[in-house]
């Protein structure tokens, strides 16, 4: 699922059953499947405060933020040794069941802003900018019970759109590509995988033309607009417009 200028394959989206309500697997279950299927690396993006979390709502931030960090961690740490590159991010709910994946983020960012979960995307958004990070909107036509469908996408406070999202129905991915058409924006690709198991391994992703080892670099590319995306099985240039 990559090519010669394209040859490192990095998912986007992946929960853990320590952050996720609806996650299944440990990150060790994770990472494990990722480098067996041949990813070069992957960035965790637990369910935020909002949305559907694992990590008790009462208790302190620094506790709930750390709680975070721990899948990418100890992913991290499972790496050492390995050729594989392991990230942080988030999926942030900002109301409505409306997600944003976060790159570009840390630890400190999360402990200097208490309750940042609650700011309207705007304000979500600009912190996130000032701190150099990078936001694509998750799945901007998935059309669930969760979802309120009546509040659209906000491209304005966005820097990509997940235009591809293996568990979307193909009508949602289409909507999303027209609206990256019609933005500029480029586009994403992830699995949203829960499980391990899960078929978005291997059918999801971002190829790369070079390792981004860390979150600072993962944005580096992003930004640079120069990156393939794995789409219905087939890799396809970022760019719709
Ligand atoms: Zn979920
Ligand atoms: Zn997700």
Sequence with gaps: MTDEKYPYLYETHCHTCWCSGCGVSTPYEMAGAYYEAGYAGMVFTDHFLLGNTAVPRDWPWDRKVKRYYEPYLAAKEWAKGR????????EHNYGHGKEVLTYGIDLEFLLRNPDIHLLPL???????HEWGGFLSMAHPFRDRDYIDMSVGPEPQYLDALEVYNYHNYP???RQAAELARETGL????????HIYTDGGINNSGI?????????DELVEILRSRDYRIVYDGRLIDCNFS
């Design 83 to 90: 050729d594989f590159d392991v990230l942080f991010g988030i």
């Design 122 to 128: 705007s304000e979500y958004s600009r912190l996130v």
């Design 171 to 173: 009508e949602e991915n």
């Design 186 to 193: 480029p586009g994403t690709s992830g699995g949203d995988v």
């Design 207 to 215: 190829a790369l033309p070079r390792r981004a080892r860390t979150g």
